[in-house]
């Protein structure tokens, strides 16, 4: 099993949808989450940290449940503008072995 | 603000070369990360430099990698002898003090292997 696995999409709404993609990981012990997003031939971008209450940024929600080990990300009202990569990164802390995984992604197109 | 800094932004070399790669940091930010991103691939991390700390090289894919940071600032990533499926984009990030904390990515410099 992989440490974090995120289902590739691609997710295509409309404009104005709702959606929601979730992160698992494998790791009992991950400390921090984090979603980024990353549009085509760029470099990621912080999107939003996970909080252990859940946390919600304008649109966009997260959520952790550590009961079975995934976080999520929800966008309401979608925009074209959302159009892009989202990626979970899930932390273990610093103990000489892999610090930090990367989620390959899900890729979201919203149409207008 | 001054933002992660990588240069060069493209690099087109010969296999067989050895190529550097340099990356400066947000001032004050004490963790350094490199990533690899192969086109339509996900990140895939390469090593992570904390503080004074023995750096996490744990994804460096050969012997031929190798990254230092002098200093706790700017960070270089050595490939040696390099092959064609080291082209790819490389990817540097800081952040303010470890994992926990959120990273911040430089532009990249996209390496192409002829």
């Known amino acids: 099993r992989k440490e974090v696995e995120q289902d590739p999409g691609p997710f295509n709404v409309p404009e104005g949808a709702t959606v929601a993609f979730n992160c698992t990981y494998s790791n009992s012990a991950s400390q921090s989450f984090f979603w980024y997003r990353q549009d085509c031939r760029k470099e990621p971008k912080l999107l939003m940290s996970v909080y252990s209450s859940g946390n919600e940024d304008g649109r966009f929600t997260a959520q952790l449940n550590r009961a079975s080990q995934y976080i999520s990300l929800l966008i309401r009202d979608s925009k074209l503008s959302d159009s892009a990569t989202y990626l979970c990164v899930v932390t273990h802390g610093y103990t000489g072995r892999r610090a930090l995984t990367f989620g390959s992604g899900t890729r979201l197109q919203v149409q207008p | 603000g001054a933002g992660v800094s990588q240069s060069p932004s493209n690099k087109v070399t010969e296999k067989g070369k050895d190529v550097e790669l340099r990356c400066d940091p947000i001032s004050g930010h004490t963790a350094l990360y490199w990533y690899r991103q192969s086109l339509g691939q996900g990140l895939e991390f390469l090593i992570y430099?904390?503080?004074?700390?023995?750096?996490?090289k744990s994804g460096l894919p050969s012997d031929r990698f190798s990254a230092e940071r002098t200093g706790g600032s700017v960070s270089t990533l050595t490939i040696q002898r390099t092959q064609q499926e080291d082209s790819a984009v490389y990817l540097c990030a800081s952040s303010l003090a470890g994992v926990t904390e959120p990273q911040h990515f430089g532009d990249g410099t996209r390496l192409s292997i002829l």
């Open positions: 430099f904390q503080g004074n700390s023995a750096p996490d």
